[in-house]
């Protein structure tokens, strides 16, 4: 008997969870949040920095670490050895003007201006079209006690 009413009670449940009275699901209603405008797409070359962990204890790096790339250049962050990496920008050292073209072209990270987690194998392109000139330091969230940290200037 027990048995039959936590049936029917998580029937009662799901039914009451979603879905019109015919069964067709519920429309969900549209966002009102104002969306980020897209970031622009690159229009020069493609530098790769590859995230990397060393044989050695506490190796973690960016490869190269420092790199200057013209503006509309795009960057490549790619995982090749060792755990998974992110990319964020620190946002005490960004040129001026620099924050809003950041948190367009950079997003899915766990803090505004960085990446989502970047595996072995896997990339993340950054899209430098309309950034400010400037030094843009950056570094890995998860790593940057390791020393795990670089810098990109924008000419």
Not at 23 to 43: C, D, H, I, Q
Not at 61 to 83: L, M, Q, W
Not at 97 to 111: D, E, I, N, R
């Amino acid at each position: 008997m027990r048995f039959s009413a936590m049936v029917a009670g998580a029937a009662l449940f799901v039914a009451a969870c979603g879905g019109s009275k015919d069964g067709a699901p519920k429309a969900e209603a549209p966002s009102t949040a104002a969306a980020t405008p897209p970031a622009a797409a690159g229009t020069g070359n493609t530098v790769t920095i590859e995230m990397v962990t060393g044989t050695a204890a506490n190796t973690f790096k960016f490869v190269p670490e420092n790199v200057i790339i013209k503006a509309g250049d795009v960057v490549v962050f790619k995982g090749v050895t060792g755990s998974a990496h992110d990319v964020a920008f620190d946002k005490d050292s960004i040129p001026p003007g620099a924050a809003a073209f950041l948190t367009a072209a950079v997003k899915g990270g766990p803090q505004d201006m960085s990446t989502e987690m970047i595996s072995d194998g896997s990339s993340v392109s950054v899209s430098f079209a309309g950034a400010p000139a400037g030094k843009y330091k950056i570094y890995c969230i998860p790593h940057l006690a390791m020393g795990m940290k670089g810098s990109i200037t924008v000419q």
